[in-house]
Every structure is written in structure tokens, then in C-alpha cells.
């Protein structure tokens, strides 16, 4: 991926406040973005970069199609200066699925917008009334068709843990989104955050939050779905930041939750290996080898103990270099 340079735009253009949601602490940023600050941010960000990396402009954070089309004017002009000088190469933005119409999607193809984010979160229709996101999972199955025929990379965003979620119906979201063949997609098992309506259901014995390895397993499934269909998977887990992690009060966040949800990947696939039959010594790309082998070798350690007749190792792939 390209370099990105964030630009935050908190809850602007939400027109309700979803019960998981507090973007201010996610972003670490509580003011309201203006054109002013959005400027500052490029400059200071293109200043540190290397030159000639042209990145792409990215607000996240908001609802930003559904925030009042003079503000989005005003801060695409900021972007638009940039783009023009080639000091920027494009725009991608996050919104909400019932945000989204073809003249909207005409106004930000002319400012540049090649990537939206489009916040699904989940495709099963009672989960999104108990998370209160107000839209349904037709609503982002419209967003995402237009999105695609405008000729605009389509990302979706997927939570796993909300309220009324499943084993099954984390699933089935994943099959559901894949149907949609977007560009991408992300993951993020719900974490607990302060001043929002999620944590006083959990004060209150209302909501049981996902624990760390329940999480990871959930995401697995995810994760599987979206490898099958060969579907790029952006991240897995909210970004780290020292705000948030002094923050979270509960539920399915941590650091690495990435490498957990893929740690789990790899011991299934390696399990399968064994139990067909293949060989004991189990190869795997160099890259995905910590993977593979898990926290403190963790996926090894287990292997050995449900194969206790194999001599398990779990060895890089070693490519043939050409004489």
C-alpha cells in the first residue's frame, strides 16, 4: 500500500452514535477537523516524507460523504491544491453505507476520491439494530454496487463481537462480504471503550465482550473466508496507539491481535497437513514463519501434543537460487 497520510474527522457526519463507537479516543483526537488543520497536517507530513512519495490523502474516522457538502468541498479544495502541485496522489475516504448516491460518488471521483472504506460492520440485520448503526445490511449491498460500477476501489470495514453476534453470524458476514468482491477488507473484534453506550451495557452485565483468544478464533474464520476468496485483508485489530491501549476497558484488544487471528490461521491449515497424512516436517513461506509457529511456539508446542507419534518441525520454504 501506498503511503497514507490520516486526516481525522471525528463522528463529523454520523447521524447517530453507534453503541461500540468512540472515535475520539481511537483517533487520539477530540477537535472538530477544519480545512485549516487539515492543510497543516500535509504540510508537516509531506515535510518529513521522502521526496517524491506523493502519498494518498485519507480521512477516516467520520461519516464523510454524510457530512454537509460545503465542508467536504472545503476540505477536498485542501486536498485538491495538493493533487494538483503532485504532492498528493489521490483521496480515500470512510463513510457509512447509507450514505452513498451516484452524485456523490460523480462529485468525488472530479476531487480525486479512488478508494472509500465503507463501515458494513456486520451483514446480519439484527446485529446492526443492537449495535445501533442505522442502516442495514442492504443498504451496504447497494453502497458497495455503486461504489464498484463508479469505478471507485471498494474497502469494506467488519467488526466481530457486537452485540447479538455469533460464532455463526461473524461468519456469515464474512461470506456475505466476500459475495461483494471488494478491494479489501478489515477486521476489528470489539474492544470496550469508555463514554460509550457498549461499556455501560457491559457495567451492567448486559454485554459479554470477546476475550483476546476467542476474538483471535473468530477472526480465523474471517480470515479463512477472505484468503478462499482470495480477498486482501488490510489489518485485523484496532492500530495500537499508547491512548487507546490505556484505555481499553474490555473485550478483544491487543497489540497483535493481527498475528494472533493468523497464528490461528496457520495451526489449522498445519493440523489439516498432519491429519491428512503429510509429512512431518511442515514447510511454510519465511515470511509467516513466526506465524506458523506461533507465540512461544505455541502452534508447535500443541501440534507435537495432539500428534505425539510425529517428530513435528516447521521449517521456512527455501526457494532455489538460479545459477
Known amino acids: 500500500m501506498a503511503s497514507i497520510v490520516p486526516v481525522f474527522v471525528p463522528h463529523a457526519g454520523c447521524p447517530c452514535r453507534c453503541v461500540f463507537c468512540n472515535q475520539r479516543t481511537i483517533a487520539g483526537q477530540a477537535e472538530p477537523m477544519t480545512p485549516e488543520r487539515a492543510e497543516e497536517i500535509f504540510r508537516q507530513a509531506l515535510a518529513v516524507l521522502p521526496a517524491g512519495s506523493c502519498p494518498q490523502a485519507a480521512f477516516y474516522g467520520g461519516s464523510f460523504t454524510a457530512i454537509p457538502v460545503e465542508q467536504q468541498e472545503a476540505l477536498l479544495a485542501v486536498t485538491d491544491r495538493y493533487r494538483e502541485a503532485g504532492l498528493l496522489s489521490s483521496v480515500r475516504l470512510s463513510t457509512r453505507p447509507d450514505a452513498i448516491s451516484p452524485e456523490c460518488l460523480t462529485r468525488l471521483k472530479a476531487h480525486g476520491v479512488t478508494v472509500i472504506e465503507l463501515g458494513a460492520q456486520s451483514m446480519e440485520d439484527e446485529v446492526l439494530r443492537q449495535a445501533k448503526r442505522e442502516h442495514t445490511a442492504a443498504d451496504t449491498l447497494r453502497a458497495s454496487q455503486l461504489i464498484q460500477n463508479a469505478g471507485i476501489s471498494l474497502i469494506l470495514q467488519t467488526m466481530a463481537g457486537l ?8 461468519r456469515r458476514t464474512a461470506e456475505h462480504v466476500a459475495a461483494l468482491h471488494p478491494d479489501g477488507v478489515r477486521i476489528y473484534p470489539v474492544a470496550v471503550l469508555p463514554d460509550t453506550e457498549l461499556y455501560d451495557l457491559w457495567q451492567a452485565g448486559s ?30 485489530g ?16 491487543h497489540p497483535a491481535m493481527g498475528e494472533l487471528a493468523y497464528s490461528v490461521l496457520w495451526y489449522r491449515k498445519l493440523k489439516r497437513q498432519l491429519e491428512a497424512g503429510g509429512d512431518s516436517t511442515l514447510y511454510v513461506p519465511a515470511r509467516e514463519l513466526s506465524r506458523a509457529i506461533g507465540h512461544k511456539r505455541r502452534n508447535l508446542l500443541r501440534l507435537r501434543q495432539e500428534f505425539p507419534e510425529r517428530n513435528i518441525i516447521i521449517k521456512p520454504i527455501q526457494h532455489r537460487r538460479e545459477p
Open 163 to 170: 452485540p447479538g453476534d455469533t460464532r455463526e453470524t461473524v
Open 207 to 236: 454485554y459479554q465482550p470477546l476475550e483476546v483468544e476467542t476474538a483471535a478464533e473468530w477472526c480465523a474464520d474471517m480470515l479463512e473466508v477472505f484468503e478462499r476468496e482470495q480477498i486482501p485483508v488490510i489489518r485485523v
Open 238 to 253: 484496532l492500530n495500537p496507539t499508547e491512548e487507546l491501549e490505556s484505555r481499553v476497558a474490555a473485550g478483544a484488544y
